[in-house]
């Protein structure tokens, strides 16, 4: 709210504040003002740090400002750190902070190299390396912020639809930032050996390839032959493919005007945003291994197996009933939300439902209603982006934490479903 912190001498408004502050810290990516236009450099510069620091972790973060101040962590901070990244153990929970930092700022590194070749000519060497920094780090922590607004108004990557360079960088930054620490943890230290990985980096991984997959060839095959799209030349229409099925895994960018989309693709993108990305990672959603053991479960019913199981490993009772539990929160919350979002402004419910679908999945993609919404949306919207980084489970334990575990059962009586 700093007077320099808008272009024009005066300050943001408190909820215009609120409502940029959470996007930000919780990596959405929804503006209520175009990042380039209003913002100063100050300004955005608070907004890089609240990304930073929303896509790390607060936890996390907080670690790394004890480790570098030499202060002894103890064994309540490790706990909490454990929970944080979703570690299956404390010990070693410090070097396993250091690794994420280090590979993190490595990744974001590399990202601004080769986004500075791109942006540096076209924008000069200060403002091209600034873009670069601002995008690719935007990029990794799966927040959708961007400074492209200079172009045109809320434009995001759209000039970059036939510019593989950009193209390509956004999407490994969103994949990698969404992977998780522990999957990158097995990555570096087993390399290609897919067999000595966790079980939980075995699903994060084919998971993730799967609904990338499936999305790219429905786009490709089904939305980008449509009439609206006839501009597009074919290298133009396999990025957009690409590039559409990698960001609504919460990160937000987006190479072409999305209220063009069908309502199938605009459907889809809905169900990826809501799935998001990967327990201990920088991405949002509900996560890809709650969607796992949820499919898991169902093939365990189909198949008349007593539990879900797959390469060689039994999936624990309590994972799937977190992953229920997780899965019907989100759903409720997203309904709520979109419901309430067209009944308050009388907007379009399909429009409704992506804006908070965007929200409650940390995403940031909009159908450019997000802008014109009254106050009472905007709060919604704010609570939406909250819940989404908090996490499920996180909400679960802190509405329940005083809750004694029952030492007696009652008896069984069965209940038929479906």
Not at 132 to 138: G, K, Q, T, Y
Not at 259 to 287: C, H, N, V
Not at 323 to 349: E, N, T, V
Request: glycine share 10%; hydrophobic share 50%.
């Amino acid at each position: 709210m700093l007077p320099f912190s808008t272009r024009e001498w005066g300050g943001a408004s408190f909820t215009d504040a609120l409502f940029t502050a959470t996007s930000a810290t919780c990596v959405t990516g929804l503006v209520v003002h175009d990042t380039a236009t209003y913002w100063s450099q100050f300004g955005q510069l608070v907004i890089l740090i609240l990304i930073q620091v929303g896509g790390m972790g607060v936890v996390t973060m907080a670690v790394a400002i004890f480790i570098f101040s030499g202060k002894r962590i103890g064994l309540k901070q490790r706990w909490v750190m454990q929970e944080s990244i979703s570690a299956p153990q404390v010990g070693g929970i410090v070097r396993m902070t250091g690794f994420i930092l280090k590979t993190a700022f490595a990744i974001e590194g590399v990202g601004v190299l080769i986004l500075a070749f791109r942006f540096c000519p076209e924008f000069g060497l200060g403002r091209g390396l600034w873009y670069a920094v601002f995008h690719s780090i935007s990029a990794f922590c799966n927040a959708g912020f961007d400074l492209m607004g200079v172009k045109a108004p809320f434009s995001s990557l759209t000039s970059y639809a036939g510019d593989p360079v950009v193209n390509l960088t956004v999407m490994l930054l969103i994949v990698v930032g969404g992977l998780g620490f522990l999957t990158w943890q097995d990555i570096s230290t087993r390399r290609l050996r897919f067999k000595e990985y966790r079980l939980q980096s075995k699903l994060i991984l084919v998971t993730t390839a799967g609904l990338l997959l499936f999305g790219f060839l429905f786009f490709l095959l089904y939305e980008f032959r449509l009439p609206q799209w006839d501009s597009l030349s074919p290298m133009e229409k396999v990025l957009a493919a690409m590039f559409q099925s990698v960001t609504p895994r919460t990160a937000g960018f987006n190479t072409v005007d999305l209220a063009q989309m069908s309502e199938p693709s605009q459907l889809l993108t809905i169900l990826l945003m809501l799935t998001g990305g990967s327990p201990g990672s920088t991405a949002g959603g509900f996560k890809t291994t709650t969607f796992a053991v949820l499919v898991l479960s169902a093939i365990a019913v189909f198949k008349k197996r007593r539990s879900a199981q797959c390469y060689g490993r039994r999936v624990q009772d309590d994972a799937l009933q977190s992953a229920c539990a997780i899965f019907l929160l989100y759903l409720l919350f997203f309904l709520m939300g979109g419901i309430l979002i067209c009944c308050i402004d009388q907007a379009p419910l399909m429009d409704a439902l992506f804006e908070a679908a965007s929200a409650i999945g940390t995403v940031g993609l909009s159908l450019g209603g997000t802008a014109r919404f009254s106050l009472p949306c905007r709060m919604i919207l704010v609570f939406l982006m909250y819940f989404g980084r908090v996490g499920g489970l996180t909400m679960i334990y802190a509405f329940t934490a005083n809750n004694r575990a029952a030492s007696s059962q009652f008896p069984q009586e069965p209940v038929t479903v479906g």
